[in-house]
């Protein structure tokens, strides 16, 4: 591997190491260089600064992907103030819930989006700190000169590594409460260069950002995984298959990175065309396992095709497919961890797990996050007595040296005594020509404890019989499905993963194939 070359020690400096002229944001008819930038956030930070913001104090922003936010997370850097991102799809309890465990100095809000006044919905979430709306980048620059000076910041006894820290990010929650993730400087700017060594051209990458801005897959992969190679960001507030294909093409995006059911979409819309996207340098695909069938589309593009593993606690990025993988590497494991990186598999004891064996992934070391804001405990609780981060991820390695990941461990079904992973199955009923997307749960049993239960999206009519045969076939007889629920559509969390929570609600409702 590479050597990654030394990194600068915030994120906004990012903006200084590299020619000035240089495109760094699109979006729509605005265009900024990277001196532009740079200035704009030179004079934001002053703002800032001037109004009482302090290192350590929070700005909350509540925006979609757009320069603002950029702007914003950036200008804050250069004080030492630490980025939360709130995504518009919030309703006023989260929001309230997240802005009492952030506790901002100050909240930016985009005034609307799709028809939502945002900055009511955060009157209504009851949001105690000044909230400043922006409409554009304009109107953002004027409120900013307009400032009045803070109210005195409280003393919130200044969590251990906020001195550290570039953003808060909420973990998603799809398995319990969510936590406040403090992300560093130093591991987002790591994962950030070892991104672009892996998946970047030379120079200058040109990435499309679409994902939440609360998201560690909009902040690192998107936003400074672009930066890091002295690149470009093309901006899109939401997204939408087929206007994503065609920024992809139009825009000259050369680094294409999505978690599975976008590139699902992507694949299956008609606006689909691989010789469109011939600009594409490379595609990564994150946040989950994408189905054969899908990276057999992309395949088509003829562009570099990865998957990538990794976590808001990681940093996002942290195990890359080797250049060249085949379809049943990239369709059934994370790749391998990039050596830079500190991880094991380790068993219930911390040895070692050999090849082939189930274990928990662990890791330590400058890509990890400094702990949760404001949880003391739960920072405790996820790191083992030696120092090593429970990523609560279930992994074996393959004789290859390619990592097959199992399942969370709250999502591991026991039945029967036996331990069941959740993708093991997936990943065979995947393989069923009929079957789009499938994701299997555990639901109470009477006889066994657990029993498997699987939800599927079909592209095809499929008879239970041919899809009970199929894993009898390639599975132990506890590890097939009880029962199979048809839906025409997963529920996903706002980060565009599928929400594995309200999924299992659904396997145990109607629509049962027979």
Known sequence: MSPIAPRPARVDLLLRATDGTAPCVAFGDLRWSYAELDSAVDAAASRLA?????PGDRIAVLSTPRPEYLLLWLAASRIGAVHAGLNPRYTARELSGILARVRPRLVFSLRAFEGADLPALLAAADASAPVVPFGDADELGRALDALPPLAPAPDDGRAPGLERCAAIVFTSGSTGEPKAAMLTHEGLLLAAAVQHDRLGPARRPRLLCNLPINHVGCLMNLTLGALAGGGSIVFMERFDPARTLALIADAGVTTWLQVPAMYHACVNDPAFDPARLRGLHSICIGGGAASAATVARLRAIG????????????????????????????AECIGRFDPRFEFRIAADDGAPCADGEVGEIQARGPLLFAGYFGDAEATRAAFTADGWLRTGDLAARRPDGNVVLRGRLREMIKSGGYNVYPREIETVLESHPAIDQAVVVGLPDERFGEAVHAVVRLRADVRLAD???????????????KRVVVIDAFPLLPNGKIDRVRTRALADGPGALN
């Open 50 to 54: 001037a109004a009482g913001l302090r």
């Open 467 to 481: 899809l009970l045969a199929l894993c009898r076939g390639q599975l132990a007889n506890f590890k097939v499905p």
């Open 303 to 330: 562009a570099r095709l990865f998957v990538e593993y990794g976590q808001t606690e990681t940093s996002s990025s942290a195990a890359y497919s080797d250049d060249g993988a085949g379809d049943a590497v990239l």
